[in-house]
């Protein structure tokens, strides 16, 4: 199996600001690798699949990037309604899913 | 538009058994690849097995933690995908999505489209 290691755990931010959410897989899974975002209460929406296509309708603010083990999700400019949790996911053989990355309001 | 919405979950014994369903609309049920994942509170996202299309063979795949005591099925006649939970654990609660597999290209795959969810507490 493919364990998927997310870095932070959790991150502190301002409107704004311009993040980054690491990804890395205990091998390589090429660029099999989607990134979601959550919100309190609700289900994961698809945000990035294929490590860097953006999903239709997600503002280009966000993006991904990486191959192999290492990948990352960085949003440009922090807007008040992307405060939520991430999570990434390989694709590559039976999913599995990084344990979130929490951001929040500074 | 593709609209998932599970029921059946509750309260439940450890050792207990509970059936979520999960209905589907909006696609060709019979060939689409389905999935449920999991949340316990507070914790992150955890896939819990799949079923593949008929076109594929309809077969089965399941997550180490629930193999052998969680059975995933679906009922094309009523475009409904079911998960059946034996020996159920207080490990075992969370919240259980039913969700679709999507896939870019033919190659790769990923979850667009997602149920509500639906609460299932193991406890005594």
């Known amino acids: 199996d493919v364990q998927m290691t997310q870095s932070p755990s959790s991150l502190s931010a301002s409107v704004g600001d311009r993040v980054t959410i690491t990804c890395r897989a205990s091998?390589?899974?090429?660029?099999?690798l989607n990134w979601y975002q959550q919100k309190p209460g609700k289900a994961p929406e698809l945000l990035i699949y294929a490590a860097s296509i953006l999903t239709s309708g997600v503002p280009s603010r966000f993006s991904g990037s990486g191959s192999g083990t290492d990948f990352s999700l960085t949003i440009s400019s922090l807007q008040p309604e992307d405060f939520a949790t991430y999570y990434c996911?390989?694709?590559?053989?039976?999913?599995?899913f990084g344990q979130g990355t929490r951001l929040e309001i500074k | 538009e593709v609209h998932l919405v599970e029921s059946g979950g509750g309260l439940v014994k450890p050792g207990g058994s509970l059936r979520l369903a999960c209905a589907a609309s909006g696609f060709s049920f019979d060939n689409a690849w389905m999935t449920w994942v999991r949340q316990a509170p507070g914790k992150g996202l955890e896939w819990v097995g799949r079923?593949?299309?008929?076109?594929?063979?309809?077969?089965?795949d399941y997550a180490a933690p629930v193999k052998g005591r969680f059975t995933i099925s679906k009922d094309d006649s009523r475009n409904t995908l079911y998960l059946q939970m034996n020996s159920l654990e207080t490990e075992d609660t969370a919240v259980y999505f039913c969700?679709?597999?999507?896939?870019?290209?033919?190659?790769?795959?990923?979850?667009?489209?997602w149920g509500q969810g639906t609460l299932v507490t193991v406890s005594s």
């Open positions: 969700s679709k597999y999507d896939w870019n290209d033919g190659e790769h795959y990923y979850f667009q489209s």
């Open positions: 091998r390589s899974v090429s660029n099999y």
């Open positions: 079923i593949k299309g008929n076109s594929d063979g309809g077969t089965t």
């Open positions: 996911q390989q694709s590559f053989t039976t999913p599995a």
